[in-house]
């Protein structure tokens, strides 16, 4: 039996993710701001460090796997908050728990997002990868949401991929999953929503596959980049979403 760690596993994606992972037999130690194990809120480094200290309690001998889910979409009036859980709740959380994980020669995937790509702040993403969290919060008050939330999707998949190789040799296996439109309660709202409602239904008629895509997929493709059978795979980022961002950017890997 496996022991994994993961933040956001109350609803949506996350929710999808512990589920399976539980059903494989595995023990799967929950961080969320509700309905969790630990009740921790991330966008705060206490929070954070509260989050670390006990997961440390609760698997003294490491962990298999970490996923870090929680987020925050661009519907969220407040900037900062969607920068301090959605970046800062990521890297802390892993940064304090690589030695757990690399105690059993675990996997790291993280969440971002197929948006991240589509980002046009270099500027945001590169004070986030500074790791100054006051400069970042302070910038993304002055930049659209949609800025905001990608930025912070773009910036966890590059301080993954800037990180991957040394994680690596210390023995934790990290990777990312860029999830497409996902039928979530994070989505549910937007498609509501009476300005942006029609906008998003043209969005999801897009999708090359011809469906959106529903949390059960997300979770199969983390299951699989923690599994034994990813074992070679290491600094990807995954996209999960229908062919979108091959659409998008056909000439790019
Ligand atoms: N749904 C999509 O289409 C989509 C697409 C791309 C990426 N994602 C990403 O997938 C992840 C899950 O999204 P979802 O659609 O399932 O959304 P969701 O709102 O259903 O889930 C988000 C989870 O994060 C938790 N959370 C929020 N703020 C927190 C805080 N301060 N501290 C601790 N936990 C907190 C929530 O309680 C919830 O359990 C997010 O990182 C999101 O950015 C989603």
Redesign the pocket.
Same mark, same amino acid.
């Given at each position: 039996m496996a022991i994994y760690a993961m =933040? !956001? !596993?109350?609803?949506?994606?996350?929710?999808?993710i512990r589920h399976r992972l539980l059903q494989e037999g595995n023990q799967v130690m929950v961080? /969320?701001?509700?309905? @969790?194990d630990i009740i @921790?809120?991330?966008?705060?480094r206490d +929070?954070r460090q509260a989050?670390v200290r006990a997961i440390r309690e609760a698997a003294p001998g490491g962990l298999d796997g970490l996923v870090?889910?929680?987020?925050?979409?661009s519907n969220v009036p407040d900037h900062r908050?969607i920068t301090?859980?959605?970046y800062f709740?990521t890297v802390e959380l892993i940064e304090g728990l690589k030695d757990l994980v690399a105690a059993r020669r675990g996997a790291i995937v993280l969440?971002?997002?197929?948006?991240a790509p589509m980002n046009n702040s270099p500027e945001f993403v590169g004070l986030l990868l500074s790791g100054d969290e006051q400069k970042a919060l302070d910038f993304s008050a002055t930049i659209a949401a949609q800025e905001v939330?990608s930025g912070?999707?773009k910036a966890v998949a590059r301080w993954m991929r800037s990180r991957a190789a040394e994680y690596a040799v210390a023995g934790v296996r990290m990777n990312a999953v860029?999830?497409?439109? =996902?039928?979530?309660?994070? =989505?549910e709202q937007v498609e509501k929503d009476p300005v942006y409602g029609q906008a998003i239904r043209e969005f999801m008629a897009s999708i090359p596959v011809g469906f959106? +895509?529903k949390?059960e997929d997300?979770a199969a493709a983390t299951s699989f980049l923690l599994s034994p059978d990813a074992r070679f795979i290491c600094g990807s980022v995954l996209f999960v /979403?229908g062919g979108h961002d091959a659409m998008f950017r056909p000439d790019q890997i």
């Open positions: =933040t !956001g !596993g109350a609803t949506g994606i996350g929710a999808a961080v /969320d701001i509700k309905d @969790a @921790a809120d991330l966008s705060s +929070g989050a870090t889910c929680a987020g925050l979409g908050l301090q859980v959605n709740g969440i971002s997002s197929n948006s939330y912070t999707k860029a999830p497409g439109y =996902t039928q979530t309660p994070m =989505t959106p +895509g949390p997300q /979403d």
